[in-house]
């Protein structure tokens, strides 16, 4: 079976591995002239199901529980499992208690505890959330892992190509995000610094919440840390807006004063497709397959959309059943 997947995005190159390992014949199309640009290059990375179900639906939990598994096992190195430190200032510690109420898989930790789990956070919070079973990746490091690996497994990839210059395909799989050609998508921005100073470690992400402007922190790699948190009603495509760099960095130097002399690395947004439930759908219409609507979670879903869509392509009953089975899994996700 020969397969085009349209977009090289996290959920073209996951549904791709997914075809390829199958036994497809798969080519992906990219209008972008490489690996990179797109939403996803300005993600977090943050494979962390039971956090996000303080603001998310059951579904997204359900689907992202094993996504550390997959990518650990389809790349092996990629993902570091030190779960997640969720934290507030002692004035905030109610928004704590709110965050325990609305998740599960967590313990909490006193000011002691969290020293031991990062040191250079020792006696600046008092009480904490401990997320051991979540794990986190370096987006741009696995994007660029994984097409390597599907180039060595014989994926094809067309750069510089817009999809509907490509034929001769018996099933066409639909990654394009913002650019598909559904009027249920919207928009929804993020932006995100990326930080450098020798001054701190971090082993996981930290989470530092506040009733106005809560903040995330993921540790990378030679002293950079990517520091996110916005989510703009908007599909523009501009560069950060002074208002939220202040907030950024003003929530980073709460998380540590340290953060007030990091040099400010990269600036980026990123317009993330989502449906008006925030949950993500694989529909199948005649021989195209959509995956779409991944929201802020497309690292930690879309594994588990992939394996969706995979399933709907092998389907051996045809286009009928194909319709049906979408039908199916737009209800249940």
Known sequence: MRV?????GVAGLTAAFELAARGATVTVAETRHGIGGNASWFAGGMLAPWCERESAEQPVLDLGRDAAGWWDAVLPGQVTRAGTLVVAAPRDAGELDRFASRT????????????????????????GLLFPDEAHLDPRQAMVALHDRLAAMGVEFRFGTHARHVSGFDRRIDCTGMAAEDDG??????????LRTPDISLSRPVRLLHPRFPLYVVPRTDHRFMVGATMIESQSTGPVTARSMMELLGAAYALHPAFGE????????GVRPAFPDNLPRVEA??????????????????????????DLVFNQDGTKELTHEADGQRRSA
Not at 107 to 122: F, S
């Open 185 to 194: 998508l919207r928009g929804v921005r993020g932006e995100m610094l990326i």
């Open 4 to 8: 085009l997947v349209k977009g090289a």
């Open 262 to 269: 990091a040099g400010i690395i990269e600036t980026g947004a």
């Open 104 to 127: 599960s898989g967590h313990r909490r930790v006193n000011e002691d505890e969290i020293a031991l789990l990062e040191t250079d956070l020792a006696g600046r919070f008092r009480r």
């Open 285 to 310: 219409c005649g021989s195209t397959v959509a995956i779409n609507g991944l929201y802020r979670h497309g690292f930690l879903l879309a594994p588990a959309m992939a394996r969706q869509a995979a």
